[in-house]
């Protein structure tokens, strides 16, 4: 079965760190370029990180910028979002993205997201 399955999410207080993960299954991601997105009740998802398939380019949103780190292991299959100084604005559903490195590809996965709530 293909999937991307999440993990780390939580309960942390302000100031606190998380180590978001996600390993997919029946596919390589190597291939694929990874992103992390959050979304908030009442808003819409938004893009918080990426990491290119090739190169290893990051972007980070403005608001999480200095202090989310994201990472890929291409061996253990999983991308990674290391979270630090978490404030109340972090809170939301995390969803990890794969989106297929073939230029002519649309193949696109989507985990089925981890909540992170960050308390005051």
């Known amino acids: 079965e293909v999937q991307l399955v999440e993990s780390g999410g939580g309960l942390v207080q302000a100031g606190g760190s998380l180590r978001l993960s996600c390993t997919a299954s029946g596919f390589a991601l190597r291939d694929y370029h990874l992103a992390w997105f959050r979304q908030a009740p009442g808003k819409e998802r938004e893009a918080v990180s990426y990491i290119g398939v090739s190169d290893g380019a990051t972007y980070y949103g403005d608001s999480v910028k200095g202090r989310f780190t994201i990472s890929r292991d291409n061996a253990k299959n999983t991308v990674y979002l290391q979270m630090n100084s978490l404030g109340p604005e972090d809170t939301a559903v995390y969803y990890c993205?794969?989106?297929?490195?073939?230029?002519?590809?649309?193949?696109?996965?989507w985990g089925q997201g981890t909540q992170v709530t960050v308390s005051s």
């Open positions: 993205n794969g989106r297929d490195g073939l230029v002519s590809s649309t193949r696109t996965y």
